[in-house]
């Protein structure tokens, strides 16, 4: 092997070796880990270095960069000495750009683009916590996967997403980014998305590499507040917030995004705790990882690091490998090998990570393979609406339905469609949009009309503003709670209607990075316009338009019919009609719990046990005087247009043996008049351990589709893993002892049984 480097190393110095040859030399090393060390034994330090740094594309790669720093940035290019780029978009863009790399660098290494695909490139899919309350990872899979393809038809190889963030609060704006307050159902939509992605081969040139994002604890911001401490423990870190991400590295997702937050005092991006010793270590990840933009050199801001020069030495020697316009690599990091304080060992350890995701993404082999002009005219991006629509219905939650208001009967033959969202085209996509077409997604207005059909008189009025002013990523409207001047007619249509859709909920922007809230509720003349038709006409249903839980307890004491939409997308409105017509019967299921009060956040259902718990003869317990401490609508939970009744709870064993399992089966019947789907779960107590364990835990589901009348047995294998947690021991066990089993369809309503572990 050393022959090899050093023949392969004459030439390329001798300039005996251009890249047709550098490409069958390269070519006769099979393994790439062998590859990899070829190319680091030509590297000089500088383009070491050079491989750690992205570039965002700040100007149009396929003219000349006129600005000083875009000028620099370009003769960096030519130089080899950058490893990545992000938001540079389009087949021309991105071809240029290599070309920069390919045809004026030393070594020709080839760069990686990334850029945030998140629920969708052009063709929009529902905010991820609005998919994931579809309960469906095949349907989760399907919509990474079609991402993955309209991306690389532009030119992008690398997403970061997923973000598998564990998040409990609904103040934190980034909420809508992830898959919810569970650990569990969390990791497996980590899987979904990084099979969807990258599928079964790297160097396929339809798939993208994948990202998971942020390592880790971001979730968790002090307050719910974007960017914010994190104070969580060393239990709390294992059992809760690390699980979903390793997963991710099991399912050999190519690079990792650590995360803005402090965990105990100590910047993410500069934690070898997280970085190095868990993830490189202790799950022996292969893959690089990326930091998020600008984290590097805000550990001076955290006062973490005196300058960027320190910022940087601390980053990398914790295993931050790639800086995301930080500046911080490429300004420091030679200076510190020349003085000794960082190793060059550990710069080639990050360079061979990148290398490494690179030889499996076949960039050295065709540096062009995902600059492809042909791939945007194969897509059927109509085939792709057809998709969105169908997971945009499945991920809709029914939350309330007094008196069967819905679905809407034949009988209804005039319908008013009130609410500031009701014809909004835009709000419906949701932030971390990609390409997608502002104001392209299908109204509610627009899909209730097309299901509607003859004979349906549908009449519309906005009734309030949402907002006033301009709406995009950095400017979010100025929320209105002034202008009533449409509550009038609002009103009076209202007054003839047989049923009133309200649109109500948040404008795109009111979620998303950067978009914490104090106050959770129907924002500016909202909750005043529901109130006001209500007084006029009862028969309300109410769809949510959001993008996080928000406060609606006013709604659910009164309003006979509430359908959770979420932010879903291109289809979304035709999606919306399809539930509320009845072509859909609704079985989506929150990820997350809905509150009674903004100050119950952060609120989840697996919460630990207290030394009070809940008694009725006491004030003196852990709850609150006013609301209480249970959701208004808790994880899990979602009604259909049919009704399921669960049976008792049957154990095949009270008893399971170390290394065995048992069996727990319940019977489901569908007792009413349609066919529906229900998620039936699992969750599981560890009554006593070495940790104070939660109440309970979801640690399965199965989703079963039942005809009127019929029933099934559902049947869960309890193993000795899935009762494995990180204990006082440090590290993951299971404890011998007494353990509840509850199966339902919500953690709320649920048969209970147990069971006792020997060991």
């Given at each position: 092997?050393?022959?090899?480097?050093?023949?392969?190393?004459?030439?390329?110095?001798?300039?005996?070796?251009?890249?047709?040859?550098?490409?069958?030399?390269?070519?006769?090393?099979?393994?790439?880990?062998?590859?990899?060390?070829?190319?680091?034994?030509?590297?000089?330090?500088?383009?070491?270095?050079?491989?750690?740094?992205?570039?965002?594309?700040?100007?149009?790669?396929?003219?000349?960069?006129?600005?000083?720093?875009?000028?620099?940035?370009?003769?960096?290019?030519?130089?080899?000495?950058?490893?990545?780029?992000?938001?540079?978009?389009?087949?021309?863009?991105?071809?240029?750009?290599?070309?920069?790399?390919?045809?004026?660098?030393?070594?020709?290494?080839?760069?990686?683009?990334?850029?945030?695909?998140?629920?969708?490139?052009?063709?929009?899919?529902?905010?991820?916590?609005?998919?994931?309350?579809?309960?469906?990872?095949?349907?989760?899979?399907?919509?990474?996967?079609?991402?993955?393809?309209?991306?690389?038809?532009?030119?992008?190889?690398?997403?970061?997403?997923?973000?598998?963030?564990?998040?409990?609060?609904?103040?934190?704006?980034?909420?809508?980014?992830?898959?919810?307050?569970?650990?569990?159902?969390?990791?497996?939509?980590?899987?979904?998305?990084?099979?969807?992605?990258?599928?079964?081969?790297?160097?396929?040139?339809?798939?993208?590499?994948?990202?998971?994002?942020?390592?880790?604890?971001?979730?968790?911001?002090?307050?719910?507040?974007?960017?914010?401490?994190?104070?969580?423990?060393?239990?709390?870190?294992?059992?809760?917030?690390?699980?979903?991400?390793?997963?991710?590295?099991?399912?050999?997702?190519?690079?990792?995004?650590?995360?803005?937050?402090?965990?105990?005092?100590?910047?993410?991006?500069?934690?070898?705790?997280?970085?190095?010793?868990?993830?490189?270590?202790?799950?022996?990840?292969?893959?690089?990882?990326?930091?998020?933009?600008?984290?590097?050199?805000?550990?001076?801001?955290?006062?973490?690091?005196?300058?960027?020069?320190?910022?940087?030495?601390?980053?990398?020697?914790?295993?931050?490998?790639?800086?995301?316009?930080?500046?911080?690599?490429?300004?420091?990091?030679?200076?510190?090998v020349q003085e000794d304080k960082i190793d060059e060992s550990l710069i080639n350890d990050a360079v061979k990570r990148i290398?490494?995701?690179?030889?499996?993404?076949?960039?050295?082999?065709?540096?062009?393979?995902?600059?492809?002009?042909?791939?945007?005219?194969?897509?059927?991006?109509?085939?792709?609406?057809?998709?969105?629509?169908?997971?945009?219905?499945?991920?809709?939650?029914?939350?309330?339905?007094?008196?069967?208001?819905?679905?809407?009967?034949?009988?209804?033959?005039?319908?008013?469609?009130?609410?500031?969202?009701?014809?909004?085209?835009?709000?419906?996509?949701?932030n971390w949009r990609a390409q997608a077409e502002s104001n392209s997604a299908v109204s509610v207005l627009e899909g209730v009309?097309?299901?509607?059909?003859?004979?349906?008189?549908?009449?519309?009025?906005?009734?309030?503003?949402?907002?006033?002013?301009?709406?995009?990523?950095?400017?979010?409207?100025?929320?209105?709670?002034?202008?009533?001047?449409?509550?009038?007619?609002?009103?009076?249509?209202?007054?003839?209607?047989?049923?009133?859709?309200?649109?109500?909920?948040?404008?795109?922007?009111?979620?998303?990075?950067?978009?914490?809230?104090?106050?959770?509720?129907?924002?500016?003349?909202?909750?005043?316009?529901?109130?006001?038709?209500?007084?006029?006409?009862?028969?309300?249903?109410?769809?949510?338009?959001?993008?996080?839980?928000?406060?609606?307890?006013?709604?659910?004491?009164?309003?006979?019919?509430?359908?959770?939409?979420?932010?879903?997308?291109?289809?979304?409105?035709?999606?919306?009609?399809?539930?509320?017509?009845?072509?859909?019967?609704?079985?989506?299921?929150?990820?997350?719990?809905?509150?009674?009060?903004?100050?119950?956040?952060?609120?989840?259902?697996?919460?630990?046990?207290?030394?009070?718990?809940?008694?009725?003869?006491?004030?003196?317990?852990?709850?609150?005087?006013?609301?209480?401490?249970?959701?208004?609508?808790?994880?899990?939970?979602?009604?259909?247009?049919?009704?399921?009744?669960?049976?008792?709870?049957?154990?095949?064993?009270?008893?399971?043996?170390?290394?065995?399992?048992?069996?727990?089966?319940?019977?489901?019947?569908?007792?009413?008049?349609?066919?529906?789907?229900?998620?039936?779960?699992?969750?599981?107590?560890?009554?006593?351990?070495?940790?104070?364990?939660?109440?309970?835990?979801?640690?399965?589901?199965?989703?079963?589709?039942?005809?009127?009348?019929?029933?099934?047995?559902?049947?869960?294998?309890?193993?000795?893993?899935?009762?494995?947690?990180?204990?006082?021991?440090?590290?993951?066990?299971?404890?011998?002892?007494?353990?509840?089993?509850?199966?339902?369809?919500?953690?709320?309503?649920?048969?209970?049984?147990?069971?006792?572990?020997?060991?």
């Amino acid at each position: 092997m050393k022959k090899f480097n050093i023949l392969l190393f004459i030439l390329l110095i001798t300039g005996m070796a251009g890249k047709a040859q550098n490409n069958k030399i390269l070519s006769s090393v099979k393994n790439v880990e062998s590859k990899v060390d070829s190319i680091l034994f030509m590297m000089t330090l500088e383009e070491k270095i050079g491989q750690l740094v992205q570039y965002n594309g700040s100007w149009d790669l396929t003219g000349p960069a006129s600005e000083m720093g875009n000028k620099q940035k370009e003769e960096q290019l030519k130089k080899g000495l950058v490893g990545s780029m992000l938001n540079v978009l389009s087949v021309d863009a991105t071809r240029e750009a290599q070309k920069l790399v390919m045809e004026n660098s030393r070594i020709k290494i080839p760069l990686m683009f990334g850029y945030d695909v998140i629920h969708g490139y052009k063709t929009m899919f529902p905010v991820p916590l609005a998919e994931t309350s579809s309960w469906d990872m095949e349907a989760m899979e399907k919509s990474a996967r079609i991402a993955a393809i309209e991306s690389v038809a532009d030119g992008v190889n690398w997403t970061f997403s997923p973000m598998i963030d564990v998040s409990r609060d609904a103040r934190w704006g980034r909420i809508m980014e992830g898959s919810g307050e569970d650990p569990y159902l969390t990791s497996l939509v980590a899987v979904a998305k990084v099979k969807g992605y990258q599928g079964d081969d790297l160097a396929d040139s339809t798939t993208i590499a994948a990202t998971a994002k942020h390592f880790a604890g971001y979730g968790f911001a002090e307050g719910g507040r974007d960017y914010n401490t994190v104070n969580v423990g060393e239990y709390e870190l294992h059992n809760m917030i690390l699980p979903p991400f390793k997963a991710a590295a099991d399912a050999g997702v190519a690079t990792f995004m650590n995360s803005f937050n402090t965990i105990d005092g100590t910047p993410a991006t500069g934690s070898k705790m997280l970085q190095r010793d868990i993830l490189k270590g202790d799950w022996k990840w292969d893959g690089f990882v990326v930091s998020d933009w600008g984290s590097i050199t805000e550990m001076i801001y955290h006062g973490f690091a005196k300058d960027k020069k320190q910022a940087a030495e601390i980053a990398l020697k914790a295993g931050s490998d790639m800086d995301m316009e930080g500046g911080a690599y490429e300004a420091g990091l030679m200076e510190l090998v020349q003085e000794d304080k960082i190793d060059e060992s550990l710069i080639n350890d990050a360079v061979k990570r990148i290398l490494r995701v690179k030889f499996k993404m076949g960039l050295f082999e065709d540096p062009y393979r995902y600059a492809d002009p042909d791939l945007a005219e194969e897509i059927s991006y109509e085939k792709h609406r057809e998709i969105a629509r169908d997971i945009a219905k499945k991920s809709i939650v029914l939350l309330k339905n007094e008196n069967g208001l819905l679905p809407i009967k034949p009988s209804v033959k005039n319908i008013a469609i009130i609410g500031p969202l009701t014809d909004d085209k835009d709000s419906p996509i949701g932030n971390w949009r990609a390409q997608a077409e502002s104001n392209s997604a299908v109204s509610v207005l627009e899909g209730v009309k097309a299901a509607a059909g003859k004979g349906v008189n549908i009449t519309y009025a906005e009734g309030a503003k949402l907002g006033i002013g301009e709406r995009s990523f950095l400017m979010p409207l100025k929320i209105n709670e002034t202008d009533r001047s449409g509550f009038d007619e609002a009103i009076k249509k209202a007054k003839n209607a047989d049923l009133v859709i309200m649109a109500l909920g948040e404008d795109a922007f009111q979620t998303g990075e950067g978009r914490s809230q104090a106050k959770i509720g129907l924002a500016g003349l909202q909750q005043e316009l529901l109130q006001e038709i209500y007084k006029v006409n009862k028969n309300i249903a109410l769809v949510l338009i959001n993008g996080r839980p928000m406060e609606i307890t006013w709604a659910a004491e009164n309003i006979p019919a509430i359908v959770e939409a979420w932010q879903l997308g291109t289809e979304s409105g035709n999606a919306i009609a399809d539930v509320l017509f009845g072509k859909y019967n609704p079985s989506g299921k929150l990820p997350v719990s809905f509150p009674k009060a903004v100050g119950q956040e952060p609120l989840y259902y697996n919460q630990q046990n207290t030394g009070r718990p809940y008694s009725e003869e006491h004030v003196t317990f852990s709850s609150y005087t006013d609301v209480g401490k249970e959701a208004l609508y808790p994880f899990g939970y979602g009604l259909s247009y049919t009704t399921f009744k669960y049976g008792g709870l049957q154990l095949s064993s009270e008893e399971m043996d170390e290394n065995a399992e048992i069996t727990a089966s319940v019977s489901v019947t569908n007792t009413g008049k349609v066919t529906g789907k229900e998620v039936v779960q699992l969750y599981l107590q560890d009554i006593v351990a070495s940790k104070t364990r939660p109440v309970k835990e979801l640690k399965g589901f199965k989703m079963v589709e039942l005809s009127p009348g019929e029933s099934k047995t559902v049947e869960f294998s309890i193993n000795e893993k899935m009762l494995e947690f990180y204990s006082a021991n440090k590290k993951w066990e299971s404890e011998a002892g007494s353990f509840n089993v509850f199966v339902g369809g919500n953690s709320r309503d649920l048969k209970e049984a147990q069971f006792t572990l020997n060991k």
